[in-house]
């Protein structure tokens, strides 16, 4: 008799904690993954978007990836191992991952890729409010997209300054490159003039403004490199280049040198684990 005495009491509250449960989950902001968004009219501008579950605008950090290729070939699927390791490790960043335009004489030629980057992290910022993602970025970039992660990193601020850079086997002086090529190979020269247009006497301002090297100051993001030792694309001396500048510059900076390892691209699995044990500890020790 008591049971039925009590049961509308019951009842409401079940009902009340039913209501109470519908609307937690009706504000839960759900997980987003689009593929092929434009950033620009051309077919190659594009990328892809991955947005955490429950971000918000004040807290919600991100992440951009830039693939390599020579500037000449590559997509942003090769970096699908990247982004699957990255949404493990730190689920709650937001990841674009992007294509540019790749360079073909004459056509989308230097500086058509500086310009793409730049024009994909405005495109991005300018939908903050839509995607809910905050004003933190880091840049991560592989070979040739390393060196348009450091470009844009090192020589703009806006649409907005990175809280870190990261490069794997990046160029950063395109003059060196193309007049001490790795091992001496000059197939790299004549391959880095067909990408840029021209070679450096042709054009010594245009390599000088590709060079992110030449843009390192006291108020860089901080930037890890990882180099291999054996690397037959891009010199070790790249990435001591810009060590050397980024430490009398007083920038935070982390060198992480593979002595046995060749280009990124051909390191093995144990190597790749280490790089991004690395990589993770020092996007979340920066992007605060």
Known sequence: MKFFKYAPLILFFIVLASCKKDASTANTIAAVNQTNIAYGTDPLQKMDIFLPADRTAATTKVIVT???GSWTSGDKKDLTGYVDSLKRRLPAYAIFNINYRLSAYPNNIFPAQENDVKAALDFIYSKSAEYLISDKYALVGVSAGAHLAMLQGF????PVKPKVVASFSGPADLIEMYNHPAGGNSIISLAL???VGNTPTQDSLLYAT?????????????TILFQGGIDPLVSTTQAIEVQTKLVNAGVTNQYVFYP???HIGFWDN??????FNKLQ???ETNVL
């Open 66 to 68: 830039i693939h390599g």
């Open 281 to 283: 500890a020092f996007i």
């Open 210 to 222: 590709s060079s992110p090297v030449n843009f390192i100051t006291s108020s860089s993001p901080p």
């Open 270 to 275: 144990a190597t790749m684990f280490d790089a």
């Open 193 to 195: 003039a067909q990408a």
């Open 260 to 262: 046995g390892t060749a």
């Open 155 to 158: 020589k703009y601020t806006s």
